[in-house]
Structures are given as C-alpha cells and as structure tokens.
C-alpha cells in the first residue's frame, strides 16, 4: 500500500500551488483522506481532511478559507489546492488515510494509518 504525494515546491507568497496524493496498492474508499504537515522545529499540524463520500471536509484554522481538499474515488487520488500562500505554509506536506464505518471525517493524526511520504512546499516573502 502506498501514497505517493506530489506538487510540491517553491512559490512566492499569495502564490498557489496544488498538492495530489495518488494511492495504490488497495482502494481508499472507505477511508478518510487527509493532509498534514510539519515544519521544521515544529510539530505535526492537521491541514485538511475529507470524508468518504467528498460531502464533508475539515481544515485547519491556519489554511480556512484559503485550501481545498477534493477526492476522486474513482481514480484514488486526493488533492488541495492551495491559495493565498503565506511564508507560514512552508513545510513538509504529508498525504494520509484512516480507515472509518461512516461518512464522518477525522483530524487526529493517530486516526490515520497509511501515510505518504511527504512533498516540500516553500513560500518566500
């Protein structure tokens, strides 16, 4: 099973840019598909979630407004684009999935068990 998360790299604030995470290996229908990130000296942040069937999504309070995550089932893949970019996005993106009964969506890293190997995304000023 693998997630190969894509579409990092370097951009100019307000800049945007659009990060997809491709699975293999099992389908992740009825899975939560998520990202998270983690810059450097800093711990693991929840960025964004979306539950099995797309109808719900979560964010992070840093990236409202400004990230969508959207999931195609049918190819297996999940996406955020990414707007409005800050100097404060910059860090390591991880793609993840959590296995769920429900169409509910999950936040907590510990949820997830299958993660990606991350992608480096970096905004200058």
């Known amino acids: 099973v693998q997630l190969q998360a894509s579409g990092g790299g370097v951009v100019q604030a307000g800049g945007s840019l659009r990060l997809s995470c491709a699975a293999s290996?099992?389908?992740?229908?009825?899975?939560?598909l998520g990202w998270f990130r983690q810059a450097p000296g800093k711990e693991r942040e929840f960025v964004s979630a979306?539950?099995?069937?797309?109808?719900?999504?979560a964010y992070g309070d840093s990236v409202k407004g400004r990230f969508t995550i959207s999931r195609d089932t049918a190819k297996n893949t999940v996406s955020l684009q990414m707007d409005s970019l800050e100097p404060e996005d910059t860090a390591v993106y991880y793609c993840?999935?959590?296995?769920?009964?429900?169409?509910?969506?999950?936040?907590?890293?510990?949820?997830?068990?299958?993660w990606g190997q991350g992608t480096q995304v970096t905004v200058s000023s």
């Open positions: 993840a999935a959590a296995p769920i009964l429900d169409d509910a969506v999950l936040t907590k890293a510990f949820f997830f068990d299958y």
């Open positions: 290996g099992r389908s992740f229908v009825t899975y939560v």
């Open positions: 979306v539950s099995r069937s797309g109808a719900d999504t």
